[in-house]
């Protein structure tokens, strides 16, 4: 296993849960939110961290190395952005990696007693934020289902190395890659972007004291 493993992940709470057009919705505007403190309740920080998933996603879509990646797939771009079945899927990767993170920092810790409630939150308030943004309601079933076995499947990848995460994540957004080499470029490329984006995170975490409302 690898830095990413950890057992017992929970199930996403579907309660309150929206999806979205992915890439064409910007990330939600941080004003109104509070700094990021070391002292918050569930809720707060789960908005937060929703917070940051858009907030990373849309850096993977403008910057340049994630971007080179993407044409290196083959994922056809328009004005930037790929289609929505690669813009969802990449959506999926980066909400898992956030997810993850939570759970590495909590599990084992006074604090897992209040992880469920932090994972309400985060996902509650992602999925609002898209609904907000103009989500047909039509969509969402059909999209959670695809969130539940992403994340199901990216959960059995961590627990046997941080490796598999990158190949799993490279099966849903190009599988007609052909050549092992190129496989094995693009997927340590997801895998090192799901441990840039779940270490860190989780280390912070570590610090959190969480509070009443």
């Known amino acids: 296993m690898g830095s990413l493993a950890a057992q017992g992940y929970p199930r996403v709470s579907r309660r309150g849960s929206r999806m979205n057009r992915y890439a064409r919705i910007p990330p939600p505007a941080a004003a109104g939110i509070p700094a990021p403190s070391l002292s918050m309740t569930p809720k707060a920080l789960g908005e937060h961290l929703a917070h940051l998933v858009w907030e990373s996603f849309s850096d993977f879509l403008t910057d340049e190395e994630p971007r080179e990646l993407m044409s290196d797939m083959g994922l056809a771009q328009e004005e930037g952005l790929p289609d929505e079945r690669v813009a969802g899927e990449l959506l999926i990767f980066h909400l898992w990696s956030h997810t993850r993170a939570v759970q590495l920092a909590f599990v084992g810790t006074p604090a897992e007693a209040r992880l469920r409630e932090t994972l309400d939150a985060l996902h509650q308030a992602f999925f609002q934020d898209m609904v ?7 969509h969402l079933p059909v999209f959670e289902q695809r969130v539940s076995s992403r994340y199901s499947e990216y959960y059995a990848a961590a627990e046997d190395s941080d490796a598999r995460v990158g190949q799993a994540v490279l099966a849903h957004l190009a599988p007609r890659i052909e050549t092992s080499r190129e496989q094995g470029t693009m997927a340590l490329a997801l895998t090192e972007r799901a441990i840039e984006l ?9 610090d959190v004291e969480f509070v009443e409302s």
Do not use: H, I, S, V
């Open 132 to 138: 907000e943004n103009g989500t047909p309601e039509a």
């Open 198 to 206: 779940t270490n860190p995170l989780r280390d912070f975490l570590r």
